[in-house]
């Protein structure tokens, strides 16, 4: 899925971003207000949700978008 939002460090905090944009959509002081924030944004948009760890890699994914029913695999 191309269209992602992501919730990453940021020099302010965490930031919620969309895959594509430069500049984060919005930044919080808390991880948690910014993962509440990106679902929710990412349920509107219907965007796959990155959620990453402290040290950059990826912690958890949740789609808010199409998926195929059943999986494939």
């Not at 899925?1 to 930044?27: C, F, I, L, Y």
């Not at 990453?52 to 890699?57: I, L, N, P, Q, W």
């Not at 789609?63 to 695999?73: E, F, L």
Request: no cysteine; hydrophobic share 25%; aromatic share 6%.
């Amino acid at each position: 899925m191309s269209n992602q939002t992501h919730v990453a460090t940021h020099p302010k905090g965490w930031a919620a971003k969309d895959t594509g944009n430069e500049k984060a959509s919005r930044v919080f002081d808390k991880k948690q207000d910014a993962v509440d924030w990106a679902r929710q944004h990412s349920r509107r948009v219907e965007s796959e949700l990155v959620i990453h760890r402290k040290d950059g890699t990826i912690g958890q994914k949740d789609s808010h978008g199409h998926d195929p029913y059943p999986p494939k695999g």
